[in-house]
């Protein structure tokens, strides 16, 4: 009896499933041929370009990841040349794909940041007890006495992808060895200390301070900062005095006897050497003797 009815389900069931069957292989030829008629043909060299990127999506480009950027140079190739931790060597690689000569390109850029006061050469007016970030400490007057300097919460820290920057003793530090360029530090910093500059050596000379208050001003809140004094600017045509700051001419620097001189004569030593193989900052002759006693 329970094989009879097994039987009679059989046969009652077998042409519905034939028919299902049959509507699944008319579904699947007619998607078949739909997503051939309706493909969109991707141009082959975006997928090359895509490749000859360093794929790690950092955004430096302007673009959301490799691939955004990989398209957009295709379509458009002015844009050559935006892939910061790729360089060079990338930006030829992209021009032998799309059958473009490419010109030189600058130097690869790298952060420098313009401030090298710790922990102990800051005046503070009162302790910060708010969300520790920088963005949210920077809505705060008076947290610090210098209201330009790194506010040392690590915003930049938290943008960085690579592990390149690190808050020592109060300062935002660049680990040249892991950074790629990719300027979310930069980005990230709500005082704007971070500047992108083009490394046309493997280390390079800076002004390490961004404060525009006057030199009396600046002694009173910072024992590294600059007091526009004027010594680099009178020693090397790259320095130059706006704002109550000296500045560095990023394009013109040459390591030559005339900086090292600006270097040696600065009384506060804010002008510094940043890079891979940065010597340590010298120390004020104030500090020296505070320290001494």
Known sequence: MFLADIISLWNQAWPAGVIVLGLCLIFAVVLLIASEKLKVKMDPKIEQVHKALPNID???????????YAKA??????????????????AE????????????????????????????????YATYQGIETCTAANALANVQACKFG???YGDC??????????IVDGLATV????????????????????????????NMITVACNSREN???????CKVGCIACGLCAKQSEVFTIEDNLAKV?????????KTLVAYNKCPTCVIVYRGKSAPEPQEPAKKKAAAAT
Not at 157 to 166: I, M, P, S
Not at 178 to 201: D, E, Y
Not at 215 to 221: L, P, Q, Y
């Open 58 to 68: 950092c955004g430096a480009c302007g673009f959301a990841g490799c691939a955004s």
């Open 150 to 152: 790194c506010l040392e």
């Open 157 to 166: 820290v938290a943008a960085c992808k690579f592990d390149a920057l690190h």
């Open 175 to 202: 680990d040249y060895e892991k950074c790629t360029g990719c300027g979310a530090c930069s980005r990230a910093c709500p005082r704007n200390l971070i500047q992108m500059v083009p490394f046309r050596h493997e």
């Open 73 to 90: 140079v295709v379509e458009n190739p002015e844009l050559i040349g935006r892939c910061s931790p790729g360089g060079s060597a990338t």
């Open 93 to 124: 690689k992209i021009g032998a794909i799309l059958n473009l000569q490419i010109s030189a390109e600058g130097a690869p850029k790298r952060p420098i940041v313009h401030c090298r006061a710790h922990t102990s050469d800051k005046t503070y």
């Open 215 to 221: 030199g009396k001003a600046v002694r009173s809140m």
């Open 249 to 257: 001419d990023y394009e013109k620097y040459e390591p030559d006897d």
